[in-house]
């Protein structure tokens, strides 16, 4: 499981209703499962995904025999997702998570 900061002015409404129509515009479907909300799309086995707190929680199945153009369809819309839901664009997710790394290390 993997948490993502999200910005601020995002959280209001970050909430299950939105991450599943956040889901169904960038893969198609979605579902709710209780507190969470799940969907698939072509590498993606199961996208799970969920508010938690001040971040969002995401469990990620994938399946790495897909083809490369599959692959790299998945990973766009996962990305735009990603952006979507937490305001973070995909280079301010990985500098807040090399900054989290090396506070854990030190």
Same mark, same amino acid.
């Given at each position: 499981?993997?948490?993502?900061?999200?910005? %601020? /002015?995002?959280?209001?409404?970050?909430?299950? %209703?939105? *991450? $599943? #129509?956040?889901?169904? +515009?960038?893969? @198609?479907? #979605? !579902?709710?499962?209780? $507190?969470?909300?799940?969907?698939?799309?072509?590498?993606?086995? !199961? *996208?799970?995904?969920?508010?938690?707190?001040?971040?969002? !929680? &995401?469990?990620?199945?994938?399946?790495?025999? =897909?083809?490369? +153009? &599959? #692959? !790299? +369809?998945? =990973?766009?819309?996962?990305?735009?997702?990603?952006?979507? #839901?937490?305001?973070?664009?995909?280079?301010?997710?990985? /500098?807040?998570?090399?900054? /989290? %790394?090396?506070? @854990?290390?030190?």
């Amino acid at each position: 499981m993997q948490k993502y900061p999200v910005r %601020a /002015s995002h959280r209001a409404g970050l909430d299950r %209703a939105r *991450l $599943e #129509a956040l889901l169904t +515009e960038h893969f @198609g479907s #979605a !579902a709710r499962d209780g $507190e969470k909300v799940r969907s698939s799309f072509g590498a993606l086995v !199961a *996208l799970v995904v969920w508010p938690d707190a001040k971040e969002l !929680a &995401v469990e990620v199945t994938m399946n790495p025999k =897909v083809d490369t +153009e &599959v #692959a !790299a +369809e998945t =990973v766009r819309r996962y990305n735009r997702f990603l952006e979507a #839901a937490t305001g973070f664009t995909t280079k301010e997710r990985a /500098s807040r998570l090399r900054k /989290s %790394a090396a506070k @854990g290390a030190g």
